[in-house]
T-cell receptor, first 113, second 117 residues
């Protein structure tokens, strides 16, 4: 079945460092891909998305490119801030309409000043 | 993006009592809503899928008599934790998706921190 695999954390960085969180997927068809962010004690917020191959999603300095040839959707940011500390989830749309998104296990990012 | 409102954000209840959590889609019709449970430092665990006007579909291992789900309208789904016990303490999150287009993202509520004492 469809699945999402993302790198295990925690990822610990200093402020202004470069961030990469790897995400690969297995899916039939052409799913949309998402990155969600969860700040402590809160629900999930959509960070960015891409709906077809070679699309680049971007938001708040974060970027991810839908790579069909490598079935990847890695999250990157050139210069992280302390406020970026959160849990990041990669997700995809399942083939069946009306069913839940399929999530990776989440990667905790901790940024120190 | 669309807004999903979840209430309450925090609740403390005594063992044996029931707690109701509401999830509302504020600006779109959510034919399908999802309920998740999240343990500390862990990923989301899908509990059930709630379809408006029909019975919820529960994931394997989730007790349907303990976690009652009602989706009476296109904008409201409720999760009732019945006869709560301390092991039910957790963070519960609801989510909603529109049915079309197929590849729409999901929108999440703010979550409810349930503590059973």
């Amino acid at each position: 079945g469809d699945s999402v695999t993302q790198m295990e954390g925690p990822v610990t960085l200093s402020e202004e460092a470069f961030l990469t969180i790897n995400c690969t997927y297995t899916a039939t068809g052409y799913p949309s891909l998402f990155w969600y962010v969860q700040y402590p004690g809160e629900g999930l917020q959509l960070l960015l998305k891409a709906t077809k191959a070679d699309d680049k999603g971007s938001n708040k300095g974060f970027e991810a490119t839908y790579r069909k040839e490598t079935t990847s959707f890695h999250l990157e940011k050139g210069s992280v801030q302390v406020s970026d500390s959160a849990v990041y989830f990669c997700a995809l749309t399942p083939r069946q309409a009306g069913t839940a998104l399929i999530f990776g296990k989440g990667t905790t990012l901790s940024v120190s000043s | 993006g669309a807004v999903v409102s979840q209430h309450p954000s925090r609740v403390i209840c005594k063992s044996g009592t029931s707690v109701k959590i509401e999830c509302r889609s504020l600006d779109f019709q959510a034919t399908t809503m999802f309920w998740y449970r999240q343990f500390p430092k862990q990923s989301l665990m899908l509990m059930a899928t709630s379809n408006e006007g029909s019975k919820a579909t529960y994931e394997q291992g989730v007790e349907k008599d303990k976690f009652l789900i009602n989706h009476a309208s296109l904008t409201l789904s409720t999760l009732t934790v019945t006869s709560a016990h301390p092991e039910d303490s957790s963070f519960y999150i609801c989510s909603a998706r529109g049915i079309l287009p197929v590849n729409t993202e999901a929108f999440f509520g703010q979550g409810t921190r349930l503590t059973v004492v």
